[in-house]
């Protein structure tokens, strides 16, 4: 039984870095404001500069956050139509997506009542 349970607690500790991050947002408020704000909105409210960019807020209804890192790494192929080609450092990746779940209302507490309202509203499109 010892066993198991080590072998669980090495399994979930090697898992547990790409699932919950302790890292404070800001950093990968700093990315965004610096690469991503001359088109998108970086906020939990505004509109984004460039209509065609969606709102940074909106993009964990449109992939799975974590599915970026890669595209991130080595050059965006996907993006709003003026996206331009940008590779960021792999500690920009981390922060960036750190801030990115940060702005995902699903991820905050239920006792959250307006999250919990854009958690489960209807998922529109365009510059929301």
Request: aromatic share 6%; charged share 20%; hydrophobic share 40%.
């Amino acid at each position: 039984m010892v066993k198991l349970s080590w072998a669980l607690g090495t399994l979930f500790m090697s898992i547990a870095p790409t699932c919950v991050s302790a890292e404070p947002p800001e950093a990968g408020l700093q990315v965004a404001i610096e690469k991503c704000s001359g088109c998108h909105a970086i906020r939990e409210e505004g509109l984004s500069p460039n209509p065609w960019a969606p709102p940074l807020r909106t993009l964990n209804t449109r992939y799975p956050i974590d599915a970026l890192r890669e595209n991130f790494l080595k050059g965006m192929e996907v993006g709003h139509q003026d996206m331009p080609i940008l590779i960021l450092a792999p500690e920009e990746v981390t922060n960036l997506l750190v801030y990115l779940r940060s702005l995902d209302p699903c991820g905050k507490p239920s006792s959250d009542k307006a999250a919990m309202r854009k958690c489960f509203a209807p998922v529109g499109n365009g510059n929301q």
